[in-house]
């Protein structure tokens, strides 16, 4: 399937000068977000998986699906602020700034093998402050996936001790 035919180009969004992708004409579509759902699916390859950590907020879209399909947990890593229970955080560069991300402090057990599932790997900051969070709890990060990989940022870079798929690449 051409996945890359439903995905939107916004420019200026959420500033002047950003190109987003957006992914909504793909989850609109029910076969074009079957198969990209069947897709993440195929690339854990039947690998014992612990915990999927999705990632606030559009990680929650395909996470829950994939922790069902492999048996696994589902986790989320949310912006400061938002988790109701104990938590522990890992900051992340901004254009401007720093950002805060968030995880329950008993989500993730010793030795748990654990899937981090995000829509968009950019600069990488993100996802690199959640396999740390993971980390933190002695959670082993066997994979990272994402639907779009925005290469011309570097975010690979960023990740590059862990396993990495990725649906589409620009
Ligand atoms: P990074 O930390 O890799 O720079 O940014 C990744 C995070 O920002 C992801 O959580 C992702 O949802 C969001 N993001 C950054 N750029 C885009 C984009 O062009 N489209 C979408 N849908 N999300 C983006």
Redesign the pocket.
Known sequence: MDFASYIRDIEDFPKPG??????TPLLKDPKAFQKAGDALLGFTHNMQIDKVVG?????FIFAPMLAQKLGAGFITVRKSGKLPYSTISES?DLEYGTGILEMHSDAIEKGDRVLVH???????????AVCKLVEKLGGEVVQCNFL?E?TF?N?AE?IKGYPKEVLLQY
Do not use: E, H, M, P
């Open positions: 950003v190109v987003f992708k957006d992914i990632v606030d907020s559009r990680g992340y995000d829509d968009v790997l950019a600069t990488g900051g993100t996802a690199q779009i925005l940022l975010g960023k």
